[in-house]
């Protein structure tokens, strides 16, 4: 399995984790994501390295350690993750153009408390990093580690990452996609069908984001069996042991896995204690080896049937008891009243639908409760129109992939038409509208019908001409 991680950004989060985010450069039968995180985890209780595919919030590109890195070296590679089976060191070679000169290294020390080094080619520390503080004083080494000694622990890593959904599955990651449910021309898909998909489509990126925090709580395998191997090593030499020592040093000769080993003590507790102490958190890892992994199978099982359901959804028409079935399975709000029932009289829309010269989907509000309903329903990305200073009708750009960015300057006008047109400015042919994302607006308790606090915005003012609203308004859908 050849896979290397061409390393983008860097941060530091307020949790002592250094965070890379990074490019996977390897084959597409993996199917791994096109960018995933490797955290650098500092804390003494969860001390390591794992890849994630969220970025920890509070993360800041402003640190020495940052700097220092991104002036030796900017563009690097992973390929390896090494690990001192004696000390518990992990290695992390920084690979960058020819390596006939040697290569920089950050070295995550399993001390108390953890630290993390940049190592320059010549073994000169030239950064260090923990909870104790940055440290930027350069100072020798001794010379390069053994590295033929070292267990690559790389692919444990990668081995929870490749358990992942295909690229075919990964047009659901996105929340605010559009959901495609079309259906065929003789047997189109209801409305509430479409929302039905929409909400199984939020509760699978839910689904996907806890099975990511699971697979990186699960301890790797290296780990468990070095906890289980120290407490057996213990009890074997405990008569070794000098009263309140720290640690316990044995040489390759003593040990059954033909390699130095220095177990850690608590000074406090008798042997006898420590040995159950060794043993009590050999037991607790293997406990959470199983029981994560019988987790993560059921979230896969899980995460199994809503693609199965959202694919049915998409395709093709069904009854309202298909939907009731789905409801209750995954333990969802039901649908608005009347919902499904093709016999039951249709409620009126709470807003008009025109489209844009440009395809896009203009939505305007009927009336001040018809705009409460509009702008409620309304994603946090939709765009949000209103004319400035006077009454008017709430109007909605629904995001789509496209226009995540920014608005075209063409539907920009073109929604600011509808809404002009649409208050007591109609007869003026120019005016001034607010333009934001439905995010930035808050319906406070006690405000009448139509009201909403604007908590920022931007304002245009446009001018325009009576053919270009009629060709607007002759664009009206519903």
């Known amino acids: ?48 390295m794992r890849l994630d595919r969220e970025k920890p919030g509070q993360a800041t590109a402003n640190h020495a350690f940052i700097q220092i890195l991104r002036k030796h070296i900017p563009q ?13 060191d992990l290695y992390l070679p920084l690979l960058a153009g020819s390596q006939s000169e040697g ?7 399993h001390s108390k408390p953890p630290l993390a080094s940049l190592i320059d080619p010549n073994h000169m520390v030239q950064v260090s990093y923990g909870q104790k503080g940055t440290f930027t004083k350069k ?40 959901t495609d449910v079309s259906g065929d021309s003789t047997n189109p898909i209801p409305e509430d069908q479409r929302e039905l998909a929409a909400r199984l489509k939020r509760k699978l990126k839910t689904t996907r984001k806890n099975l990511e925090k699971l697979r990186a709580d699960i301890p790797p395998v290296t780990e468990v069996e070095r906890v289980k191997q120290d407490a057996i090593h213990l009890q074997r030499y405990a ?27 608590n000074p406090d507790l008798s042997v006898g204690r420590n040995i159950e102490a060794a043993y009590e958190r050999s037991r607790k890892l293997e406990r959470k080896l199983k029981m994560g992994r019988e987790q993560v199978e059921q979230f896969q099982n899980y995460e199994k049937d809503l693609l199965d359901d959202i694919e049915s959804l998409r395709t093709v028409a069904h009854t309202e008891s298909y939907w009731q079935r789905l409801i209750a399975k995954y333990k969802l709000p039901q649908l608005r ?28 509000g009927k009336g001040a409760r018809e705009n409460d309903e509009l702008t409620k329903a309304a994603r946090a990305n939709d765009y949000w129109f209103h004319a400035v200073g006077v009454t008017g009708s709430h ?32 007869d003026d042919l120019a005016g001034e509208c607010y333009v934001t994302r439905r995010a930035a607006l808050k319906k406070q308790k006690g405000m009448a019908a139509g009201l909403w606090k604007i908590e920022h915005s931007e304002t245009v003012f446009i001018r325009y001409q009576t053919d270009e609203l009629q060709k607007l308004l002759q664009s009206i859908r519903a």
């Open 1 to 48: 399995m050849s896979i290397k991680l061409k390393v983008l950004k860097t941060w530091i989060n307020k949790d002592f984790t250094i965070i890379f985010q990074m490019s996977i450069l390897a084959s597409k039968e993996l199917n791994l994501p096109k960018k995933i995180h490797l955290l650098i985890d500092l804390r003494q209780q969860s001390f390591g």
């Open 76 to 88: 690097f590679t992973i390929k390896e993750i090494l690990r001192d089976k004696t000390t518990g």
């Open 103 to 109: 290569f920089w290294t950050i070295k995550l020390a």
């Open 139 to 178: 100072h020798q080494l001794e010379g390069p580690p053994d590295w033929a000694a070292f267990e690559n622990v790389f692919p444990d890593l990668v081995s929870l990452t490749t358990q992942k959904d295909t690229v075919k599955d990964a047009e659901y990651l996105d929340e605010d996609e559009e």
């Open 239 to 265: 008569y070794l042991v000098a009263p309140e020592a720290f640690e316990l040093k044995l040489d390759s000769s003593q040990t059954s896995i033909g390699t130095d080993l220095c177990i850690e003590l």
């Open 337 to 364: 009243p009347g919902s499904g029932n093709s016999a039951a009289p249709q409620t009126a829309k709470a807003y008009k639908t025109y489209l844009s010269s440009t395809g896009h989907t203009i939505l305007v």
């Open 395 to 426: 109007v909605i750009v629904p995001c789509t992939p496209d226009l995540r960015a920014a608005l075209p300057s063409q539907v920009l006008k073109e929604a600011a038409i509808l809404a002009l047109h649409s208050s007591r400015l109609k």
